[in-house]
């Protein structure tokens, strides 16, 4: 067993949070360590080998933190100082989980930091002359077409800054197992035919990855080549960049860094990522820090200053934002962040990307000023995890480079001390929602308790009223108020510095969730959604290769009704089969909403939501409990679920399966025990009360047996 984290369960879903998020973090702002301030006066005498000592200590404690703390099995860094390279390393567990250098030369998926690839290749085309930032889309793809007439309004600017009001993603079959399946970009522009926009365009940015699948289209279509092949001639040729490809590339595949996971002996299969402007790029950490030097001006023969400036550009002011000026966020052309703390406060200009995939994660920071950046990859974690690192890392080198004079101290929190409430606050009670979720926020004797927020990262606890229409966190590190925005809505918003044991730090501030007015139903409506409360709605159109059965939480789509059962996992109740989105939340909790579409055939309920089709768990058969059976794929859709009945439970299930077939088993709680097509194997225990899904071609007949261990 590979000694990652503590449970595949835990890990499984730790990587879809940190997909599902994407963002860059804030780090350790603390003085520096023991060993750095040991060795200060070595450094003194000779400055040349103790920076890369110095800054090399501090990765090496940031990699040992993240493999030990956080489920990374990989990692790698560089460093990159007026084109050369100054530091790089990392570490690696081989198939025995024992920890090994790692080559300069391993390549991983960077996911979102590919979004920087294909804004710099629009951008190449504006240098061309062949595209204007400010055009409407519909100017370059005149089959782009929406139902909804705003989106005639969009415009590149707005794909590249997140505000043009789409619905955020479409990830049905996009990151697969050693599968370069190009669906998702064939069917992009007739799937979003049929969806509405969730806000006006313009109106403010929210994390959205189509715009960037969008971007990759807009590509191909004005210079008449595919997008890796663009890639290469525009960017990775110039720069000499070998390692640097993505899925549809020919390429020693066994370069790429493994992922594990916990109870698996073997590596996984390679993770395709077919989502390629948005986040389907392999790199490595030393390639990451040329093309940042494309992103920062230094090669104006590859993309223009006047290009370069216009990404930097605090694009996220020109729309509904946060109010708070110390923040992760703050998007330019691409980037996450155009003006990244903790930097400002050494009055440095600092911007990053980060990147997630199911599997890898990857965070991207440079300082154009400076000529000056840092790339941090792993197999495993997140790119909070990744950015925290990254800067630690950094500003470790600035002060030994003698850039900074010393790293400011890290932020101290006192227990708050609670004040008298206004009276006026209470209006803000109520019932608030996000996309997937509504709550009932309660507040009581100048008190509000919170669940746990960004995936747990913020704990639950109590929040009192302290004064200034805000309220504090027990432990003295988040904050949180109301605001009633230019848009109409009322959000609650949050600022807090979050604690991450071992890497440091991350300052975020964001709106969590938008209040919601009343919306009473007719008795037969409220009646079928009564009906449907607490049943789960399983995926039948994703691919058994595809990584989402690792981390099955949007192929199982349980329907969740706030107390008066007027809303439906974040949604408004339309009528009795439809539910439409409801968040309009800028920054990154109001992305990749779905409406909720349900329709019956042959006495079996099916739901359409987030680009797939779902059936309902009244529909699924349990699976036969004899000695041998026959399942056959049906030519509607990719798999087959059925239940687990007690008979069947604690058997042990053998698969003859037909090339490319496959199955996966999960327990009572919907957590993954067995997955053919990571494990490489057919045979597996089946758990009472859990639920095994059959996936291949159309019509392939899978051979089960099962037999008493």
């Keep these: 067993m590979t000694p990652t984290t503590k449970s595949w369960k835990k890990t499984s879903a730790a990587a879809l949070a940190a997909m599902m998020l994407a963002f860059p973090a804030l780090a350790d702002q603390g003085s520096a360590s023991a060993a750095e301030t040991s060795n200060a006066s070595a450094a003194a005498k000779a400055p040349e080998a103790s920076v890369k000592d110095q800054a090399k200590l501090t990765a090496q404690e940031m990699v040992e933190a993240l ?14 100082d007026k084109g050369k390279i100054v530091l790089s390393g990392g570490m690696t567990l081989d198939d025995q ?33 062949k595209v204007e930032l400010d055009q409407p889309l519909t100017t370059y793809l005149p089959d782009f077409k929406m139902a909804d007439e705003r989106y005639k309004k969009i415009t590149v600017r707005m794909l590249m800054n997140h505000s043009a009001g789409l619905y955020g993603s479409h990830y049905k079959n996009t990151i697969l197992m050693n599968d370069n399946d190009t669906q998702n970009i064939d069917s992009l522009l007739d799937n979003m035919s049929k969806e509405p926009l969730k806000s006006d365009p313009g109106e403010y940015s929210v994390y959205a990855n189509d715009g960037f699948q969008l971007l990759e289209l807009l590509v191909e279509r004005v210079s008449g ?24 590339d020919e390429f020693d595949r066994t370069r790429l860094e493994p992922v594990r996971l916990p109870g698996i002996p073997q590596a996984l299969p390679p993770e395709n990522a077919n989502i390629l402007g948005t986040g389907g790029v392999y790199s490595t950490a030393e390639e990451l820090t040329s ?56 009055n440095i200009r600092a911007a990053t990307k980060g990147g997630d995939t199911i599997m890898y994660h990857s965070a991207l920071i440079t300082l154009p000023d400076d000529d000056l950046s840092i790339a941090f990859v792993t197999a495993g974690g997140s790119s909070v995890f990744n950015t925290t690192a990254a800067t630690n890392v950094l500003l470790e080198y600035l002060k030994q480079t003698g850039k900074i004079t010393n790293i400011l101290p890290e932020a101290t929190h006192a227990k708050p001390v609670k004040q008298t409430m206004p009276e006026t606050l209470k209006k803000y009670a109520g019932l608030y929602g996000t996309v997937g979720e509504t709550w009932e926020v309660k507040i009581e004797n100048g008190e509000i308790e919170m ?19 805000e309220f504090t966190s027990a432990d003295g590190r988040s904050v949180l108020g109301f605001d009633e925005q230019t848009n109409g809505h009322t959000y609650m918003r949050v600022r807090s510095d979050m604690e991450l044991p071992g890497i440091g730090s991350a300052h975020m501030a964001f709106y969590e969730v938008q209040k919601l007015d009343a919306n009473p139903l007719t008795a037969s409506t409220a009646s079928a959604w009564k009906q449907r409360a607490g049943k789960t709605y399983y995926a039948l159109d994703e691919k058994i290769n595809s990584f989402f059965y690792i981390a099955p939480a949007v192929l199982m789509k349980k329907i969740a009704l706030d107390a008066e059962g007027q809303y439906a996992n974040g949604t408004r109740i339309v009528d009795a089969d439809h539910a439409v989105n409801v968040a ?31 059936v309902s768990e009244d529909a699924i058969s349990p699976i036969y409990a004899g000695k041998s059976a026959v399942v056959t794929i049906p030519a509607s859709g990719s798999v087959r679920w059925f239940k687990i009945p007690a008979q069947a439970s604690g058997k042990k299930l053998t698969a003859e399966l037909p090339q490319g077939a496959g199955f996966a088993v999960y327990d009572k709680n919907g957590a993954p025990v067995h997955l053919s097509t990571a494990m490489r194997t057919n045979a597996a225990e089946l758990p009472e009360g859990g639920m095994i899904v059959f996936g291949g071609k159309a019509g392939d007949a899978v051979k089960v047996k099962l037999e008493a261990k």
């Design 67 to 80: 493999m030990a703390n956080y489920g990374v099995t990989g990692a790698q860094y560089a460093i990159r």
């Design 225 to 248: 080549t595919e997008y890796s092949e663009f890639l290469a001639q525009r960017f990775e040729d110039p720069l000499k960049l070998t390692s640097t490809k993505t899925p549809l």
């Design 584 to 614: 309009e939340i800028p920054v990154m909790n109001g992305r990749d909403a779905f409406d909720l579409t349900f329709s019956r055939q042959n006495g079996a309920e099916y739901l359409q939501a987030d680009g797939r089709t779902y």
């Design 97 to 129: 989980g024992k920890k090994q250098p790692i080559s300069a030369n391993s390549m991983f998926g960077i996911g979102s930091v590919s979004k920087m690839y294909v804004t710099a290749a629009a951008m190449a085309l504006v240098d061309d002359g």
């Design 291 to 346: 093309f940042s030097e494309v992103l920062s001006g230094k090669h104006p023969d590859l993309l223009s200053k006047k290009s370069v400036d216009a990404m930097l550009e605090k694009e996220y002011r020109k729309g509904v934002w946060v109010p708070d000026t110390k923040n992760a966020f703050g998007y330019g052309l691409g980037w996450d962040s155009v003006d990244l703390e903790p930097f400002g406060d050494y």
């Design 451 to 469: 669940p746990a927020l960004m995936s747990a990262l913020i704990p639950a606890q109590t929040y009192v009223y302290t004064g200034n229409n």
